[in-house]
């Protein structure tokens, strides 16, 4: 239901305190719910207005809030004769706003939350633009938000349409200017113009988009809208701290995927259709700007996206495919708001069929050899692809293949192609493809002189603030968010100031930091680190790849100027110095000096504190090589974590992970030549250990556990204000019910009583000291990772049990058996936790069982334990097939892989060979 004249939700009056004689320019809709700590600011905002009370009327819906919202709204009220409180059964906000909207006696109608604030002449000036439209054409107008901290008070003008108030106030044509677009609670519409369509906000549309499609409905009444750009009418959007407001929490939401796609774009671009017969620039902008949020989002490692099901996954890409039937391909490449990357971008034009040439083509720069790079997207599937060089037809070899997948669809197949720069003609399927069109020019399509004659005019009027009242504004803002009076925070802010003057002489860390280096390197001390290697685990620890391939530097290769880097206070600190690394302090000015001239930087994470030892936000980005030597085999997909980073070559350990990095129905965005094949550094040791080990006669076996941890606990802990608190959420999970469980399983235990087992638990650092706060299972030795070494520690288990940690490839690597005790795997594999599938399947592919229940792991165990802790006979050969090398020689291989990079030469994959003829074009 979305006709304005139709029944509103049954209501009643709280108090009306308005003159109801006369009509008011404007109506103010305030949905409220539950909002009692944040409602009495906004109140206080619309009291201070300095237009006429008769101007404005606010109607306030209270939508059955079970707080005490609803009666300062009434004391308000008591206060004021402009304001009318309403309170109806909760029916969601597209509801209440209709309610609202129905109860409206203004000219034009606006609406603003009950947790926002308004600058004082937020309606005054809205006013001054009417004014001065004296033929009344104005469709719309537009105030402008700054995005306010729900704790500090401190605002900024950094919302992403905010950039069409950048040039003052003014008013456009929305068919010359479609960029300035507006679609929340700061639209002003004219209430005439809404009754006379029937139109109304649909209250079926949540948790979104329910303003944004009455606005695009109500725009496609006119011809050529006129809308009258706020600058100085500021909306203080309160950010909340805690992310409850609606917009912030909706992507929780499944309707965030069904309802707004379903019933808020494809209604609007059904409506516009209707009346106009196209698709106008404007409303394209509207619906491209919100929509690429959703890709945006998707497009995030940590996204709640991924945790949402299949199904929504897939009725949102249905819906997706049929809004983009209305939107054209030179919309998308104009798209001036919210623009998506170039990825991104093109994805979309391919995967929606866009473009109707079966591929789009870039032809970037060239190479020092003289060959040109291409990229190639194409719709996924098989293809007839053929490329001339010169006149001839050639054989070609992809550098890599890169899926394009969001929402777990392939929306292009893009082929990193390496061809010689000469004329070069593309046929796929049969049809010849040039190179991609750049973007068109848009048309001239309306007027603008009545619209300047406007612009002229209020700018003409135009109060400007001074400085005092730009200062009492801000303090305003930060007293009203905070809930404390304008003077104690005048009173904060001037101590502050004396600080900033008593420190005015300082300059900036960063400025500091940068002058020092200069120092350092001016001094001629930083000349030993030229084409030096600088190698890392972590900043503050080491025992990772990145430990062993300095360790091999060290004792074979002499000739490589190379340097450990690591924190002084790190528990590591000690035992390198003392085995003669050559160590660099993280963080130092030397360390940044080295890194300023070094030739490579190696480590075994991918953060930015390890690619850029010298911050490139002080001094910009390096010229060395960065090479990612990873942490642990990647089996899942972390390819929006990785892709765009700075990384020139990745250390590979398996053949199926090479592959997943860069070849066929691969998401990530790396060359062949940015991948070598060559095993883990660390896995050296692991060999020579078990090469070492001698028969052990023991009676007693190793069990060690390590689970991995949760992203819902990891977020309700963040949320926890006592021990207590935390306590009871681990208590309350399923991770601490089902691990306990084993732990405490009679079977285990009996085991640990007879002698038979040792069993030691490896805890996940977010455990902190929750531990001695735990009931502690009897003989369960738990383990710190910050205070025990892993390699050791591996050699010595008999039987690793895990859920999900890449460790598992380790102890299969020595041979140790391993099992997947995967209770929640439905809920962890669907996208909760940080765990987005990749190519690893652990039925299929594990190298060990997969265990559901805690029973079955008990008696993993121990069936283990009496068969003597062998490998099975399946998962030794899964061991064989998975790692590449077995050999002891995976340093020696990666110091042969960076010399090369650095050389210009790339690295010989053993598995190239097989691969390149399964995808030659």
Known sequence: MNELNSAPSPYSVLEDSRILSERPLFSVIVAVYAVEKYITSTLKSFARQDIDESKVEYIIVDDGSPDNAAQAAVKFAHKHRNVLVVQKPN????????????????EWVTAVDPDDLLKSNYFSEAQRFLDADTDKKIAILSSRVLITDGTTGRFKDSHPLGAKFRRGNR?????????????GATVFMQVDVLRKHKLTFDSRICPTFEDGNLVCRYLAHFENPLVGLLSTSHYYYRKRSDSSSLVQSSWLKPERYTVVP?????????????????TPDWL?????????????????????????????????????????????????????????????????????????????????????????????????????????????????????????????????????????????????????????????????????????????????????????????????????????????????????????????NDISSDESIRQQVSTFTSSGKSQKYEQAWLILDHADRADDNGEHLYRYILQHRSDINAYFLLERDSKDWERLEAEGFKLLEYGSIEAMAAAQNAEVVASSDAVEECIYPAPRRIFGNPDYKFVFLQHGITKDDISRWLNGKKIDLVVAATEAEYRAFTWIESPYEYKSSQVCLAGFPRYDNLYHLVCSRTIKNESVK?????????????????????????????????????????????????????????????????????????????????????????????????????????????CAFMGTPVAYFQFDRDRVLSGAHTYRKGYFDYFEQGLGPVLLEEEDAAQWVMQSVEGGCVMDDEYAQRRLQTFKYLDGNNSERVVQAIEKLVSGTVFNNVADEQIRAEIKL
């Open 91 to 106: 029916g969601g906000v597209g509801q209440t706003r209709q309610l609202g909207l129905h109860l409206a006696r203004g």
């Open 171 to 183: 008013v456009v044509s929305m068919l010359e200017e479609p960029s300035a677009i507006q679609m």
């Open 702 to 810: 190793n069990i060690l556990i390590m689970p991995t941890w949760r992203q819902d606990l990891k977020t309700e802990l963040s949320e926890c204000t006592s021990t207590a608190e935390e306590v009871a959420v681990i208590q309350d999970s399923s991770f601490y019910k089902n691990w306990w469980a084993v732990l405490n399983n009679a079977t285990i235990q009996q085991g640990i009583a007879d002698g038979k087992i040792r069993v030691q638990m490896m805890t996940h650092p977010s455990f902190g000291n929750i531990l001695e706060h735990l009931p502690q299972p009897h003989g369960i030795e738990f383990l710190s990772p910050s205070k025990v070494a892993f390699q050791p520690l591996m050699n010595e288990a008999d039987l690793f049990l895990t859920d999900y940690s890449s460790l598992a490839f380790d």
């Open 284 to 504: 394209a902008n509207i619906i491209l700007y919100d929509l690429m949020w959703y890709f945006k989002e998707d497009e995030k490692m940590g996204s709640v996206v991924a945790a949402i099901s299949s199904e929504l996954k897939k009725e949102f890409m249905e819906q997706a495919h049929e809004i983009f039937t209305y939107i054209s391909v030179e919309q998308v490449l104009r798209m001036p708001l919210n623009k998506p990357s170039w990825r991104l971008r093109e994805s979309i034009i391919r995967g929606f069929n866009l473009d109707k040439a079966p591929a789009r083509i870039f032809k970037w720069s060239t190479r020092e050899d003289g060959t040109r790079n291409f990229s190639m997207l194409v719709a996924p599937g098989k293809h007839d692809i053929v490329i001339y060089s010169g006149g001839e037809p050639i054989e070609v070899i992809p550098e890599g293949v890169t899926n394009r997948l969001y929402f777990d669809e392939v929306l292009a197949v893009e082929y990193t192609l390496n061809l010689p720069d000469v004329p070069t003609a593309f046929f796929v399927d049969g049809i010849p493809c040039g190179p991609a069109k750049s973007l068109p020019a848009r048309e001239k399509k309306g007027s603008q002189e009545y619209a300047d004659n406007i612009t002229t005019i209020i700018r003409a009027g135009q109060h400007v603030d001074g400085k005092l009242a730009k200062i009492l504004e801000r303090l305003r803002v930060i007293a009203g968010i905070q809930n404390r009076s304008v003077l104690a925070i005048a009173g904060i802010k001037g101590w502050e100031y004396l600080q900033r003057l008593w420190s005015r």
């Open 262 to 278: 379903r019933l808020g774009y494809l209604p609007a671009l059904r409506y516009a259709q209707e009346r106009l017969g196209y």
